[in-house]
């Protein structure tokens, strides 16, 4: 079992940026594919960015895209989100999770996840 803990979050203001932490105990996701997910209120838990366990694959939801960068550290068994260019919109809170489907390839489905952390607030003033 791995337990997934998220740090980074807080208030920012519009233009800004954060840097969003994902770290893995318990036992190394090393070999995972990982996912930053964020939930609005009100709306449902959307993908942001997924990885591959070697770096290589990484995939990023359109809003996103040139603002926002996936990246990790095995040997700190670390995942980051450097969010960047922030906007009101990205508002939410920001939980990451691993798979326990292959780590060759990166997932972007909620259901492809098993392991999730307990999230981080993330809010950007206007």
């Known amino acids: 079992q791995v337990q997934l803990v998220e740090s980074g979050g807080g208030v920012v203001q519009a233009g800004g940026s954060l840097r969003l932490s994902c770290a893995a105990s318990?036992?190394?996701?090393?070999?995972?594919?990982v996912g930053w997910f964020r939930q609005a209120p009100g709306k449902e838990r959307d993908i942001v960015a997924a990885?591959?366990?070697?770096?290589?694959?990484?995939y990023y939801t359109d809003s996103v895209k040139g603002r926002f960068t996936i990246s990790r550290d095995n040997a700190k068994n670390t995942v980051y989100l450097q969010m960047n260019s922030l906007k009101p919109e990205d508002t939410a809170v920001y939980y990451c999770?691993?798979?326990?489907?292959?780590?060759?390839?990166?997932?972007?489905?909620?259901?492809?996840?098993?392991?999730w952390g307990q999230g981080t607030q993330v809010t950007v003033s206007s």
């Open positions: 990885i591959n366990w070697s770096g290589d694959s990484t």
């Open positions: 999770a691993a798979s326990r489907y292959s780590g060759r390839y990166r997932y972007t489905r909620l259901r492809e996840y098993d392991y």
């Open positions: 318990g036992r190394s996701f090393s070999g995972n594919a």
